[in-house]
Each structure stands twice: as C-alpha cells, then as structure tokens.
C-alpha cells in the first residue's frame, strides 16, 4: 500500500508562520493628512485608544465610500494596530463596507412591524426603480426602530416614512437629481401620535412644570 | 375631583389623553433639544441641586428608594445595580446603552430625538451616584440624526459646565463621550456592547464577572438604558415617594411604550405602568383597522413570547403581570397582529432576524437559529410534516440556556411559543400543502 503524506501539523504539532502580520509604518501607507488627525483625535477620546477602532473606521468610509484595504491599512498605521485586527472588526458589522458600495445607500427594513405594512414590496419597488445604477446601494435591512412610520426606509442615513411602493422612484428621481428627498416624509417632522397638551393654562404655573 | 396627591402628580407629569407624560413632557416643542429650551422649562436644576447640596449616597439611595427598574428588557432594579460599584476611587464608567435594536422598540429614538439634555442629565446625576469619572453612550449606527443631536447637546453641556472637569466649581470630573455603533443587534448585550465599545467585535462574555465588578476595561461599570437614565433626574427631584405615587407597586412610574404593527395609529405612548393592555392597543393605538381582529401580539418586543388576543388584552400592562402570563415586558414594544397576518410567516421573520444577528460564538444559537429558519422555511413551502414541528419546538429548548447571553432564547420564547399556542394554525399550512401535492 503507497504510504500517504502525513500533515507535518499531526506528527510534529504546527509550525507557527514566520510571516506574523506587521503594523504598517505611517510613511508606508500615504494616510492623508485630515484622515489622519481625524483618528488621532478619536484616539484620545477614549481611556484605550483601541476603542476609536469602530469610529476609525466610520472615518475611512466616509473618506473613501467604503473600508478600502488601503484605507484600514492607513487607519492601522495611525492606531498602531495590525490591518487584519480592524478587518475583523469592519466585517462584523453590517454598516461597515468591506466591498465597494454606491453612493446613495438606501436600506428597507423588512422585520416584523414593516413586513406586515408593506416592507417587502417597499424594497422590491427601490431595486425596481434603482435598476442597475452602480450609484445605488439598495437593501433590505432589519429593524431600523422606527416602527412607528413602517414601512420605512433609511436614505443616506436619514428615516422615511411611512412609504407607498410608488414613493421608490419618487425618492430614487430626487437623489439623481440633488434634490431634497421626500421632505414630506422626513421622520423628524412627524409629531408625537398622541398629540399636544392643551396649551399651558394660568393654573399650570402654580407648580414646578419641570 | 382630584384628590391633592392626584393633583400633585398632575402638575409635575402631563396628562395628554390617556397618557401621563414625565419623560415626553414638553417633547412636542423643538426648542427642548437645545440647551435653552431645556434651560427653560427647569433643566439641570436638578443636577445642580445633586452636585452641589447633596452626598452621592444620598442621591444612590433615592434611586434605590424609588423601585425604578431598568428600561432596557430585564427590568433589574436599577438603584440596586448602582449600589453593586465598588466604593472609593477606582476607575468606573457608565454605559448608556442607546444600542436600541429590538424589532418593536423605537422609544429611546423617540426620548434621544427630542429631549437629548434629559438623558445627559440622568447620565451625570447616576455618575455621581455610582462615583463614576467616565460615561458613554453607545449609540446604534443607524441613529445617525439622533447621534448628531446628542453630540450637539453633549458640547452644550460641556460649554454650561455641566459636563468636563470641575463640573459647577464641585471638584467633580464627567467625561461623556457618544460612540456610534455599526449595525449589529447584538451590541445591545452589555457585554457585547463593552467589546465593542473597547473595539473589537462585538461577543458577549461569560458572566460571571458581571460588568459592575468588571466591566469595561477591566473596571466596574454600570450599564443602564436611555429611558432608565432619563428618568432619573425626575425622581432626584421630586423625590422616590412622588416617584412611586405612579404605576404599581412592583412596577413603580411611567413607561414609553411602542406600538406598531396592525393598529391604526402606531408609536410611542408614554403611561402609568398598569394600564389595561386593551386601553394601550385600542384606546391609544387606535387598534386594528375596520373589521380587523387583534390575534396575538407580542407584549415586549420581539424576543417576547407572544400572547393570544385573549391571553392578553384584559391584563394589565406590567412586568408582574406580563411574566405572570408567561411572557413579558421587555423593552415595553408592543407588536400587533390582527387576524390577516400568518402566524408561521410571522414566526419565520422573527427567526430570519436572530438567525442574521447572531453573533455565532456559541454553537446553539448559531446553529439553532439556522435550523429554525430552515424548518420554518419549509413549512411555509409546504415541504414539512407535522412532526416537523416537535423537531422545531425541540431545538428551541435546546437553546434556552444553553449560551452565554440570551440572543438564542429570544428567538427560542417567541418562535416555541408560536409553535405552541398556534400549532393547529401550522399545521394547516402543511395539510394544504399535502392536499396540493396529492
């Protein structure tokens, strides 16, 4: 019978790699000079300079559009950390791009509340009327907390609600154009659901009103 | 009439409607996210009061005295929790925990929006309790406009001298910082929000040690809700009787509670815990549209065990009396189904959502969660048998318990519970899919 290899990790236990990740020197990686100030001043915000790792990488996506290798690469040089630890970190989380994404994000939260009131269609009618437009970054998302407007989407970071399938292109038409998005929908207009008190009567003022 | 105890209340809380607004009191006007606005209506009298007249045991016992129990889902005793710090000058920080992410719950959006000075004032009067140097706020990513009116408010505070070094000429010291998460339900964990928040992914930890003995970096930590905080300034004013005089005994103040789903008019009511459950879905929430029937809701947001429209609606709205049928308050988000909504489709979202959040450190969650949705996929294609349904419900209880924190169970109560109280409704979905390919 032929003798097989044997995996050298069996019968001698494994060999650490002799090629352990580096930091980055600062004068390799061509950090631009706001990006780099920016992560320095994030550092000192927090007891462990580790913690600005998340907000470091915010400031990359901002920069770039997404965390290009070469951003987290000029973010590890500046943070004195090795690349591949804020690649673990970027690729945890669901807002943080390790590939290219388009410029104009839109997420359609598809969870319990907006399923039930039409969160599923909502989404369909945006990848609908985004087509293939590379400038687009359409997705269903999970519970945004916004509950009260569903269904509802999150359009460069900003809440909309509630949505018919045909308010899509509307807002998808506004975003080519640069104009301001569905401003009737806007959730930063919407007042409270159980209304406003009866105007502050003379009897109010006799307590504290805090 | 209103007795003198009622009128008292009155004028310290507002009554709208059926609500008793403490927390959203003045929330319709703009102005109160600015420091003037909040000025104006009495803000930071309160802590100015704490951090100049009176000892931090006094203010730790307060709290404690008050019975307010924490916001964020667990309901633990938040003046309790404060007490379990270490006394004497160690590092110790505060989390606050606006990482809000459960399906259901959008009030801390809602009381960050349009009162941010509320909950830094809260945030500085527990420090002071706690003897805390150090406070975050660990915001989710999404809130992106709700993270620009905290950092707004934050720098006023600090421009007052209410937050910094020497807050109010007291030799005091509060550095408050607001982290921007970046989308990941989990980081609602304590411990997985102290991994994140020390920069790294975010996976619970093994408790014991629990964060108030050691937390983040190493040191004890007290880790409270946006709402638990942003009521403590009130009960530090008009003190813990006040306090108690609203809601029941075991569920003591006021709640903000989110309704959504099938009512008419869905969103954040704030009220006296108590409330009939029936007054919260139909009286304020409008109920479900003409014709329609409430047919389960979940009391408490997403993770909570769903109730039977007849389980549910006549009891009173409290953690006593939701853990008393078997579910719970939670996060105080309320979901609505009426009689048109699936219940198995309905079970299947809610797992699709543990099944994406879950973090996969613990091989229970990461893999029950993943066959739960291929099960429930396959009885919503009519691919099961009713005995699938026994195989659901056991990886359910396999779950339960089985991880280190309660990611897994919350999917586990919800889904077991749909299986359970609607098996005749499952098994439908399957006899009609026989009957189809038969």
Same mark, same amino acid.
């Given at each position: 019978m032929a003798e097989l290899p044997v995996d050298q990790a069996l019968t001698e236990g494994r060999v650490p790699g002799r090629s352990q990740e580096e930091i980055p020197e600062l004068h390799e990686v061509g950090c631009p000079p706001e990006l780099r100030e920016r992560i320095e001043a994030l550092m000192g915000r927090?007891?462990?300079?580790? %913690?600005a790792s998340i907000p470091a990488l915010w400031a990359v996506q901002r920069l770039y559009g997404w965390c290009t290798p070469e951003g987290i690469r000029q973010a590890a040089a500046v943070m004195r950390v090795t690349p591949a630890y804020l690649e673990s970190v970027a690729s945890?989380?669901?807002? &943080?791009?390790t590939e290219p994404v388009g410029t104009h994000k839109v997420a359609v939260c598809t969870n319990i509340s907006c399923w039930m009131r039409g969160g599923d269609e909502l989404l369909d009618a945006f990848r609908e009327a985004a087509g293939?437009?590379?400038e687009f970054f359409v997705t269903g998302f999970e519970c945004l907390g916004a509950c009260d407007i569903a269904p509802m989407a999150s359009i460069d970071e900003r809440y909309f609600g509630p949505? +018919?399938?045909?308010e899509a292109r509307t807002a998808i038409d506004q975003l080519r154009d640069g104009a301001e998005v569905l401003p009737e929908k806007a959730l930063e207009k919407r007042p409270l659901p159980g209304g406003n008190p009866p105007a502050a009567d003379a009897e109010a003022s006799e307590g504290d009103l805090r | 009439m209103m007795n003198p105890k009622e009128r008292e209340q009155s004028t310290r809380a507002e009554i709208v409607g059926r609500e008793t607004r403490?927390?959203?009191?003045? @929330?319709?006007?703009?102005?109160?996210?600015t420091l003037a606005g909040y000025n104006g209506y009495g803000g930071y009298a309160t802590l100015e009061k704490a951090y100049r007249e009176l000892e931090p045991d006094e203010v730790l016992s307060e709290l404690e005295e008050s019975g307010l129990r924490g916001r !964020?889902?667990? #309901?633990?005793s938040m003046g309790k929790k404060a007490s379990f710090l270490p006394r004497g000058d160690v590092d110790k920080y505060l989390c606050c925990? @606006?990482? +809000? %992410?459960?399906? #259901? @719950?959008f009030k801390d959006r809602e009381l960050m929006q349009r009162n941010p000075h509320q909950l830094i004032e809260g945030i500085a009067i527990a420090s002071l309790a706690a003897g805390i140097g150090h406070a975050f706020i660990?915001?989710? #990513?999404?809130?992106d406009s709700q993270a620009d009116i905290l950092d707004a408010a934050v720098a006023e505070a600090y421009e007052a001298g209410y937050?910094?070094?020497?807050i109010l000429g007291t030799h005091r010291d509060l550095e408050l910082v607001v982290h921007r998460g970046?989308?990941? =339900?989990?980081? !609602?964990?304590e411990t997985a929000l102290l991994d994140a928040l020390e920069g790294k992914r975010g996976n619970p930890r093994l408790k014991p040690p629990f964060p108030a003995v050691q #937390?983040?970096?190493g040191g004890p930590t007290l880790i409270n809700n946006v709402e638990t905080l942003s009521n403590v300034p009130h009960i530090v004013k008009n003190g813990a009787e006040w306090f108690k005089g609203? !809601?029941? +005994?075991? %569920?003591?103040g006021t709640k903000v509670v989110s309704i959504s789903g099938c009512v008419q008019r869905p969103g954040n009511y704030e009220v006296e815990l108590g409330i009939s459950t029936r007054d919260l879905i139909? $009286?304020?929430?409008?109920?479900? @549209?003409?014709g329609r029937e409430v047919k389960a809701f979940y009391p408490g947001g997403s993770s909570s065990p769903v109730l039977k429209a007849d389980e549910g609606l006549? &009891?009173? =709205?409290s953690f006593e009396a939701m853990a008393g049928a078997g579910s719970m308050l939670g996060s105080g988000s309320i979901v609505v189904a009426d009689d048109r909504v699936s219940i198995p489709h309905m079970a299947l979202r809610t797992a699709r959502f543990y099944h994406h959040e879950s973090?996969?450190?613990?091989t229970p969650c990461r893999e029950g969660t993943n066959w739960t949705v291929k099960m429930l996929e396959r009885v919503v294609r009519g691919?099961?048998?009713?005995?699938d349904l026994d195989i659901v419900a056991s990886v359910q209880e396999n779950i339960? $318990?089985?991880?280190?924190?309660v990611l897994g169970d919350s999917m586990a109560m919800p889904v077991g519970a749909m299986v359970r109280k609607f098996r005749d409704e499952f098994e439908a979905v399957i006899a009609e899919a026989e009957l189809v390919t038969a």
């Open positions: 927090y007891p462990d300079r580790k %913690s945890f989380y669901d807002l &943080l791009h293939d437009d590379e949505l +018919e399938a045909a | 403490m927390l959203l009191k003045h @929330a319709e006007d703009p102005a109160l996210r !964020g889902g667990a #309901g633990f925990n @606006a990482d +809000e %992410s459960e399906p #259901g @719950a660990f915001i989710r #990513g999404e809130y937050l910094g070094k020497d970046a989308g990941a =339900y989990i980081c !609602g964990e #937390g983040l970096y609203f !809601g029941t +005994e075991q %569920s003591p139909y $009286g304020l929430a409008g109920g479900p @549209a003409e006549d &009891l009173p =709205y973090c996969g450190k613990c691919e099961a048998t009713p005995m339960i $318990g089985h991880c280190l924190c």
